[in-house]
């Protein structure tokens, strides 16, 4: 009973605050936008003619197989504690939202840049989440950089409380790892994840910066 009274109290705070009302509002639009982009984009990519397929060395070692279901188990697990957690801490929803925006952004960048076609082996990843932004299926052509391991890291470096943090780092670890397993990524897609994460994390860490003292109740 007390956990629903500190989530309607907190979150009522929240939206009764101006400012944070105003970018939450503007970054959950944001996001929209973004999402249905990507929706659209993606499409595009998968369907291009030309691209590079890589010599990857750990995957030529790695007898691919299919680990959807740990894969989607983690990711899941990670995405409700996240929503636990935000549930009692607007500061924190907006921070994920505002990197999340980043991410879309930066993903959508670098996969046009890179244009890379699927690792040989790849076995298609059965993700009903990820699959929200797939208009035409199964995509194998958003590769760099991962978007399974930038966001549940991006999750790591949001949350706050110590034995979460250890659980979604475990997370991020055994996805990064199940993901090669399955081809569905370079290494390099997978390792250049959490550096994106970090950098999107901390630009939206800066812009929130100038908005502290309009939160400080939320925070």
């Known amino acids: ?39 659209f984009y993606f499409d595009y990519i998968q369907h291009l003619p030309h691209g590079t397929v890589l010599d990857d060395w750990v995957l030529r070692k790695l007898p691919p197989e299919d680990v959807s279901k740990p894969i989607v188990f983690f990711e899941a697990s990670v ?8 549930s009692t801490n607007p500061v924190m929803f907006l921070t994920f939202v505002i990197s999340s925006i980043m991410i879309y952004a930066t993903r959508d960048i670098t996969i046009g840049m890179t244009q890379l076609r699927a690792p040989v082996g790849i076995i298609e990843l059965k993700d009903p989440i990820a699959g929200m932004v797939y208009k035409s299926g199964f995509v194998t052509r958003d590769l760099f950089y991962s978007g399974h391991v930038s966001f549940v ?35 390099v897609d997978v390792i250049s994840a959490p550096f994106f994460s970090f950098v999107c994390f901390w630009i939206a860490k800066r812009i929130l910066r100038n ?9």
């Open 1 to 39: 009973m007390a956990y629903f009274l500190n989530v309607k109290q907190n979150w009522r705070n929240a939206i009764h605050n101006k400012a944070f009302r105003n970018d939450l509002i503007f970054a959950l639009i944001m996001l929209v936008v973004l999402f249905v982009f990507t929706y």
């Open 79 to 86: 995405f409700i504690l996240l929503f636990v957690r935000c």
């Open 153 to 187: 890291f991006l999750i790591y470096l949001c949350s706050r409380n110590k034995v979460d943090k250890y659980y979604v780092l475990l997370a991020t670890i055994v996805i990064s790892m199940l993901v090669l397993i399955q081809h569905v990524h370079y290494v």
């Open 211 to 219: 908005q502290h003292i309009k939160y400080k109740l939320l925070v």
